[in-house]
């Protein structure tokens, strides 16, 4: 899919308020231009901090890395170019699963892998750079991208890989056992107009098998791979009703970096379109992506509360998280 064929002006623009590039645009510049890693960043942070809504009791437990790991989630989220916040929640993403361990899922361990990969290709970038001026320019923070993301898509094809041949046993085949039945169900329960029955569970695991299958070969070949993402997506936003946020959120930030290059300028052309019509609205749009940058403390707040402390409640923690993933996705639309 070849995104830079759409209509736009031939230099295309995108409002960041974050860092010392928000002081351009209020100094009168125009509009600064955004980076892959930046919302890499920031969809690596929100897939931690939705790890947190599924498995809770890693803050109920005290525990300090979990905690910390948090903290940097929302601080990156605030400042999603910071490479050294970006570092910094790696290092307690290491940490925490390091104190967890052996008990976490199998997405955990490519979780742990990419944060030891942002951290040695980081490090490695500011011994390079030599100074601090110019730790955070566009063409240094670009390079750290293309040095992140063919190890990150390898580790994604490798898990989804797996996972078809972890399924080539009797008994996932057998409908009476089979966690696709048991998943499908989970689903059945957010969307009871599904059908179920013998004939469509079949369907699901004979589904399951082949979209696993054809998904890592799909994803390992360019001209297929655009295409394949958007069915990815779609295959983990239904997955999550079962219950499998975690992996969703996981495989939502690790499937960006399988767009091409053109991806952002499409990207950035339809938030400026956004951007001017938010001005209808606003004489000083600044403004407003200011408050909203600052909402996202409150909201994180709110989200940490609804885990700790409403065991009581499990239909308002529900509806809390629910709340939660509303406000990221917005955020992430207008802000980030």
């Avoid at 947190?52 to 989630?73: C, E, S």
């Avoid at 499908?184 to 696993?212: C, H, N, Q, R």
Wanted: charged share 10%; aromatic share 16%.
């Amino acid at each position: 899919m070849n995104y830079a064929n759409i209509s736009r002006p031939e230099n295309i623009y995108l409002f960041i308020p974050s860092d010392s590039l928000f002081k351009e645009y209020l100094s009168g510049g125009d509009m600064v231009r955004v980076n892959r890693l930046s919302l890499f960043a920031f969809l690596w942070a929100l897939q931690v901090l939705i790890q947190h809504t599924v498995f809770d009791n890693w803050l109920q437990d005290g525990r300090p890395f979990a905690w910390l790991q948090v903290f940097m989630a929302c601080s990156l989220m605030l400042m999603p170019s910071s490479l050294l916040l970006l570092v910094c929640l790696s290092v307690f993403t290491v940490l925490h699963y390091a104190v967890l361990s052996p008990f976490f899922v199998n997405h955990h361990v490519n979780e742990i892998l990419i944060s030891l990969l942002l951290i040695g290709v980081v490090f490695d970038a500011w011994t390079k750079s030599g100074n601090t001026a110019t730790a955070n320019n566009l063409q240094l923070r670009k390079s750290i991208l293309e040095q992140i993301s063919s190890p990150i898509r390898h580790s994604f094809v490798l898990i989804y890989w797996f996972a078809f041949v972890s399924k080539l046993n009797y008994d996932f085949l057998n409908p009476d056992v089979s966690c696709a039945v048991v998943m499908y169900d989970k689903t059945v329960l957010s969307m009871p107009f599904l059908p179920t029955g013998y004939s469509i569970y079949m369907a699901v695991i004979w589904g399951t098998i082949i979209f696993e299958f054809l998904l890592p070969v799909l994803l390992a070949f360019r001209k297929t791979r655009q295409h394949t993402i958007f069915l990815a997506l779609a295959f983990h936003f239904f997955l999550s009703f079962s219950g499998h946020r975690s992996f969703s959120s996981h495989a939502y930030a690790v499937l960006f970096v399988f767009f091409a290059d053109d991806f952002v300028p499409f990207l950035q052309h339809r938030l400026n379109l956004l951007h001017k019509y938010i001005k209808r609205f606003s004489n000083d749009p600044a403004l407003l992506y200011q408050f909203l940058r600052v909402l996202v403390v409150p909201a994180s707040v709110a989200l940490i509360v609804a885990v700790v402390f409403s065991d009581a409640h499990p239909w308002r923690r529900c509806w809390l998280r629910r709340v939660w993933y509303v406000f990221s996705n917005v955020y992430l639309g207008i802000v980030s």
